[in-house]
């Protein structure tokens, strides 16, 4: 058998902030909790350089090292956790109990949480496809470094964009932030952060209309929104922060998504399918910050808790 068990009180599928902060709740509540994921901890969290709006942390602190801290405390109080890609969700069995199916085999659950998150939206200009990972990235932090003493820019006008910006240019000789419109949206802080930087310049009105080199990026093509005008901004390396996807497409025709993907839930976490749950940017089209995924994770645990405590001849048999 794949899993260490064939049943569990609690399936936490994603482990991101949502997903672990569900997994230590259930398993403080003495559930049976395991965290399925396909990839690293942490989710997008782990993908950005430094967090400094999580309480607690009052200097800050790296989101790769705030997804190991959430990861351990997790496990101390019992929550294991395996590596598999989630396929399905099967509804409830006459014993009220789900099923899912997963690239390792099929795991069984009384609960069901998806914490999924999201994955960085494409731009979908010409060349993006053909030059990805050479010079296109979604991710400052995991690639920044092969952009060192080079020009680059960040299309995006959001927090993602913005921020990272201000980390690539301490690794950067030029960083233009390019974005669409006269007004970015992100936060007072992190474009007063930008702004302070000597090396940062913004390209706004600026629609990025083409990224353009043959083996490797070599400029990015930006329009004017107001003149019209065409103009290249010569640079090694393009950052895409033009927003997110969730990762949802394995629950499509089984639980109820929004016209975006997003999945519906109610103010308990309780998605269309019965003892299946949603926590996180998986299921917010808004206020996507760690602490709203972790409320939504411990949201989950208490709402499973309850429900399952109302039905004593299912909990812990
Ligand atoms: P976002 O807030 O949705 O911003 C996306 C940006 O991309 C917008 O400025 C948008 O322009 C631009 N855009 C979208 N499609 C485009 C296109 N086709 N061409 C050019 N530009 C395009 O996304 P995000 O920055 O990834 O943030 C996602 C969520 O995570 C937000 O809720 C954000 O607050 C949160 N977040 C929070 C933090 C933090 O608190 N530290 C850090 C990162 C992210 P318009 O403005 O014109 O629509």
Same mark, same amino acid.
């Given at each position: 058998?794949?899993? #260490?068990?064939?049943?569990?009180?609690?399936?936490?599928?994603? %482990? *991101?902030?949502?997903?672990?902060?569900? $997994?230590?709740?259930?398993?403080?509540?003495?559930?049976?909790?395991? &965290?399925? +994921?396909? @990839?690293?901890?942490?989710?997008?969290?782990?993908?950005?350089?430094?967090?400094?709006?999580?309480?607690?942390?009052?200097?800050?602190?790296?989101?790769?090292?705030?997804?190991?801290?959430?990861?351990?405390?997790?496990?101390?109080? =019992?929550?294991? %956790?395996?590596?598999? /890609?989630?396929?399905?969700?099967?509804?409830?069995?006459?014993?009220? &109990?789900?099923?899912?199916?997963? +690239?390792? =085999?099929?795991?069984?659950?009384?609960? !069901?949480?998806?914490? /999924?998150?999201?994955?960085?939206?494409?731009?979908? $200009?010409? @060349?993006?496809?053909?030059?990805? *990972?050479?010079?296109?990235?979604?991710?400052?932090?995991?690639?920044?470094?092969?952009?060192? *003493?080079?020009?680059?820019? !960040? &299309?995006?006008?959001?927090?993602?964009?913005?921020?990272?910006?201000?980390?690539?240019?301490?690794?950067?000789?030029?960083?233009?932030?390019?974005?669409?419109?006269? #007004?970015?949206?992100?936060?007072?802080?992190?474009?007063?952060?930008?702004?302070?930087? +000597?090396?940062?310049?913004?390209?706004?009105?600026?629609?990025?209309?083409?990224?353009?080199?043959?083996?490797? !990026?070599? $400029?990015?093509?930006?329009?004017?929104?107001?003149?019209?005008?065409?103009?290249?901004?010569?640079?090694?390396?393009?950052?895409?922060? !033009?927003?997110?996807?969730?990762?949802?497409?394995?629950?499509?025709?089984?639980?109820?998504?929004?016209?975006?993907?997003? &999945?519906?839930?109610?103010?308990?976490?309780? /998605?269309?399918?019965? @003892?299946?749950?949603?926590?996180?940017?998986?299921?917010?089209?808004?206020?996507?910050?760690?602490?709203?995924?972790?409320?939504?994770?411990?949201?989950?645990?208490?709402?499973?808790?309850?429900?399952?405590?109302?039905?004593?001849?299912?909990?812990? #048999?």
């Amino acid at each position: 058998m794949a899993f #260490k068990q064939e049943t569990y009180d609690v399936v936490i599928i994603g %482990s *991101g902030p949502a997903g672990l902060t569900c $997994a230590l709740y259930c398993a403080r509540a003495g559930l049976g909790a395991v &965290i399925l +994921d396909r @990839g690293m901890q942490g989710g997008q969290m782990a993908m950005t350089e430094w967090i400094d709006n999580y309480p607690g942390f009052h200097e800050g602190v790296e989101g790769s090292k705030l997804g190991e801290l959430m990861f351990e405390h997790a496990r101390r109080f =019992g929550a294991e %956790s395996t590596y598999a /890609t989630v396929e399905r969700i099967v509804g409830k069995d006459s014993d009220g &109990i789900l099923t899912v199916e997963t +690239d390792m =085999g099929p795991l069984k659950a009384k609960a !069901v949480v998806v914490a /999924t998150g999201a994955a960085p939206a494409e731009l979908g $200009a010409p @060349g993006e496809a053909e030059l990805r *990972g050479r010079g296109v990235s979604y991710c400052a932090v995991c690639d920044g470094n092969f952009f060192k *003493g080079q020009d680059v820019c !960040v &299309i995006g006008g959001g927090d993602a964009a913005v921020e990272e910006a201000a980390y690539l240019a301490k690794l950067c000789r030029k960083v233009y932030i390019v974005h669409r419109r006269d #007004k970015l949206r992100a936060a007072k802080a992190a474009q007063d952060a930008a702004a302070s930087k +000597d090396n940062i310049e913004f390209a706004l009105n600026s629609i990025p209309t083409a990224i353009l080199g043959d083996t490797e !990026v070599k $400029a990015l093509r930006v329009k004017d929104a107001v003149a019209g005008e065409e103009r290249d901004l010569p640079c090694s390396g393009v950052f895409i922060y !033009v927003g997110i996807k969730p990762a949802t497409d394995f629950a499509r025709g089984a639980l109820d998504l929004d016209e975006n993907g997003f &999945i519906v839930t109610d103010n308990e976490m309780r /998605t269309s399918m019965d @003892g299946v749950y949603a926590a996180g940017d998986a299921r917010r089209p808004r206020n996507r910050q760690v602490v709203t995924a972790c409320a939504d994770g411990a949201t989950a645990a208490l709402t499973i808790e309850r429900i399952l405590n109302e039905q004593p001849d299912r909990w812990r #048999k």
